[in-house]
């Protein structure tokens, strides 16, 4: 049957920098104790008041660019995010207009840090049916809009960013995106969420000054379940596959904290240097840690070598979980 591949990567990154030392000042924090407890060295923050459509623009004009692909070919846009740049209408709409995009319709998805890979593989179902031939995959998150930096619990934790893809059909079937497991579990809702601004707690002046605008996250509680569910979702889909750890070329997860990923790689059986890792350097930019990490491997680095077996793993807010298997 007909498959889908990743044709193309592009992405985003705002200038300004955010270091530990720079958050040393803001809160009772230390360099010492993020780098041993996140590995996170530094993030990157987007100029107030741009808004996701801004990084997510950029991330796709350069995914088309790369692939010599015109903004009027493309058929879907996703854009997967927690941070859209308002309710409605879609980043997607405005990706759309920004871009030129004048042949697509799209969406946003809703996803937390899982957003990348559930879009990837719906796209990879829109390109498999036959329906569309050029689909845009995007993760943008402006996190810091939605962080509370009076809080050390989590300001320490994300920065912001966009990644890009393009999925078109494989030319060669026994390539491309392969398979693909998902979850999700509501009953993680009470230890990672936004408390206001949604339809059952609207925005109220009590609600600004509670400060329930931003993230709230339980981190012990959700470390356990993220390191549980990441490595069962990242074995199952190898195991599925009839594949060994030690096929797999490239375990690309999602960067929420180096421990987390590091014991995913133990229980997959992968060496740590197939593990992509750009959380030091990025911190968590929730639904673009996946594409972010691709471009190093594929455009940066140029390690990536047809034929070799990827395998994409994320965890986030809902709970949401899954993995992607991709012979490159
Ligand atoms: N600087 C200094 N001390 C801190 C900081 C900080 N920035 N933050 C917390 N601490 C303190 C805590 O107050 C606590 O002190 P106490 O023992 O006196 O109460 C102590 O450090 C240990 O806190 P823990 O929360 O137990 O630290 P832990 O080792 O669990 O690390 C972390 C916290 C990094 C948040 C971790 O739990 C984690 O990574 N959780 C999972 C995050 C994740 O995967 N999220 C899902 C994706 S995000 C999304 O979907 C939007």
Sequence with gaps: GRKAYIRSVGRFLPEKRLTNKDLEKMVDTSDEWIVTRTGIRERRILEPGLGNS????????????????????????????????????????LVQRDLGATGAWGYDLSAGCSGFVFALSTAAQFVESGRYDRVLVIGSDVMSTIIDYTDRNTCVLFGDAAGAVLVEPCPDPDYGILDFIQHCDGSGEPYLHMKAGGSRRPASLETVKNREHYVYQEGRQVFKVAVKEMASVTEQIIRKNGLKGEEVAFLVPHQANLRIIQATAERAGIPMERVVVNIDRFANTTAATIPLCLYDIVVEEKRVKKGDYLVLSAFGAGYTWGSILIRW
Excluded: N
């Design 54 to 93: 801004y990084m997510a623009v950029r991330a796709a004009r350069e995914c088309l660019d790369r692939a010599g692909v015109s903004a009027e070919s493309v058929d879907v846009i996703i854009v997967a995010t927690v941070t859209p740049d308002m309710f409605f209408p879609s980043t997607a709409c």
